[in-house]
């Protein structure tokens, strides 16, 4: 099948041959159809197998063939989505698609200055792609009016769940027309998922390009088991052994995203963090900087775990495996994207064992396990002396001689204080005459009566 056959403008087939597509991706091949029928959608498909060309091309296409109702643009098409980057990603791929057609795009999200986003807004728009708190915001404000929407689309609508957001999403649709188009694509799929589903979409079309919740063919998972303590120690080894440029780290805190990035720049390997405790503008810039190969590592927390489209992205490093098993998933879909190979690698320590059986729950299968010599799971102290056998430890008890018990020493009772003697007065020493008035000294010389 190619992209021609599934009735897409000649400007829309132009912007996907620029990018160097021949033929779509599965779930692109099922889903235009689809939307381009006005049905509604509820779509699974793994990470990196071209979701939100699935969705973009369409509506762009059927944004182009409607005028606006008002002359002043009231934005037509809303995506919400979980993170600052993954809506950076999407609407750069919406202002590529739409741009052909003279269709307007903007993003909406919280950490920048809400003005710039109200003046783009006020210019007029036809899609907004936003994350729902800062969307909240401007509907509140009555800075955004989303009466006319035609288009709904939950981007990795599992990762806003994961965030808390299901409240936001349905107060969202509140200020949306009912008579619209709806679209849920999700990386995995839950009952939850379902449920959201139920409540936002009508009579929806059901597709699953791939088996429920597992990773990506295209994806080498390895498990380096190792004790805590030598994990940056391994990590260092394996990328410098292997000479590996473009590796993505990720971390669990933002805390340890940091002190991980200053160890490794200890070491000597060029290394930036990201992540939500960094500013939008750092983040872009890091991120840009970090495709250009500037430095070879990019340490990360799962918020940034979503929104990072980085092409032909070789390595995936867990270095803390995360607590949801379904962002094991998510994680290493950063790599092996767009039928490019990729190698996903997570250093485990004995205390993550639960976390790993259920990933590997999750997965249905086991991830193969390498070892390296010079980094054991757990490591003997050094110069920790073995333990003896319990056998030898008694028989050496039974040859000591038995010592006789020491005599106790006993206490003396302590002497009854002299006749006479009271609080505050001195006692006559031995010889029965009484103790010398005291000498005033240098500091008892100054003392105020």
Known sequence: MSFESLGLRAELLSAIATQGYSTPTPIQSQ????????????????????????FALPIVQMLSEHTPRNKRRNPRALVLVPTRELAAQVSGQMQNYGRRLSLRST????GVNIRAQIERLH???????????RLLDHAERRTINLTEIEFLVLDEADRMLDLGFIDDILRVADYLPPQRQT??????????IKQLADELLDQPRRIEVARRNIAADAVTQLIYPVERSRKREMLSHLIRKGDWHQVLVFARTRYGADKLTDELLFDGIT?????????????????????QGVFRVLVATDVAARGLDIERLPYVINYD???VPEDYVHRIGRTGRAGEDGVAISLVCPAELPRLQAIEALLEYAIPQQTIA??????????????????VKAKKKSARPV?????????????????????GKTAPDRRGKAPAAPKLGRRLSRTKP
Do not use: W
């Open 403 to 423: 010592k006789a018990k020491a005599k106790a020493k006993t206490r003396s009772p302590a002497k009854a204080p002299a006749k006479g003697k009271a609080y």
């Open 107 to 110: 993003m909406i999200y919280g």
């Open 321 to 323: 495996l995360p607590q």
């Open 374 to 391: 010079e980094f054991p799971a757990i490591a003997v102290k050094r110069g920790a002396k073995a333990k003896p056998d319990k056998a």
């Open 123 to 133: 210019r007029g728009v036809d899609i907004v792609v936003a994350t729902p708190g």
């Open 31 to 54: 889903a235009i159809p689809v939307v381009l029928e006005g049905c509604d959608l509820l779509a699974g498909a793994q990470t990196g197998t071209g979701k939100k060309a699935a």
């Open 183 to 192: 679209l849920l694509f999700s990386a995995t799929y839950s009952k939850i």
């Open 271 to 291: 290394t930036s963090p990201i992540h939500s405790n960094k500013s939008q503008s750092l983040r872009t810039r890091t991120l840009a900087e970090f495709k």
